[in-house]
């Protein structure tokens, strides 16, 4: 057996549960919940555009649960504050305080945040992992 074929298996022993998906699977929970973002306030002009934008953006994101996040993660969410302008903001998580708000540095700034949402961006590892997921199941 060769070395790539070696790491490869111990790659697939090795996924968690949680780490079993494909990237149809992701782009389908991402749309679901940018659509729920947005859903009720699609009324208002500048909302129509953002969510396009946003389901572009969120093509290298997954949604995850805030407790999964870890200090330095690339996390994106959407702030709802400004509901006729609903925009992701994207930064790296920081820590989580114990009210359960997520501290997050933003272009320089450290911004608390207790989001509906929250998406982890793709990393090399977790894209290389769905892909050998993806050719595992396509074979």
Do not use: W
Not at 33 to 40: A, F, Q
Not at 83 to 100: C, E, H, L, R
């Amino acid at each position: 057996m060769e070395e790539a074929e070696i790491a490869v298996q111990n790659i697939l022993r090795n996924l968690s549960k949680q780490e079993i998906r494909t990237t149809d699977q992701i782009r389908e929970r991402n749309y679901i919940t940018v659509n729920d973002i947005y859903e009720d306030f699609l009324c208002y002009p500048k909302n129509i555009a953002n969510k396009e934008a946003a389901l572009k953006i969120i093509d290298n994101y997954e949604l995850i649960d805030k407790a999964d996040i870890l200090k330095g993660h690339n996390i994106l969410y959407f702030k709802t504050r400004h509901f006729f302008d609903i925009k992701p903001v994207d930064g790296v998580a920081t820590s989580i305080q114990k009210s359960g708000r997520l501290n997050i540095k933003v272009a320089g700034k450290y911004l608390h945040t207790d989001a509906k949402y929250y998406f982890k961006k793709l990393t090399e590892d977790d894209k290389l992992k769905i892909s050998l997921i993806e050719a595992v199941f396509d074979s």
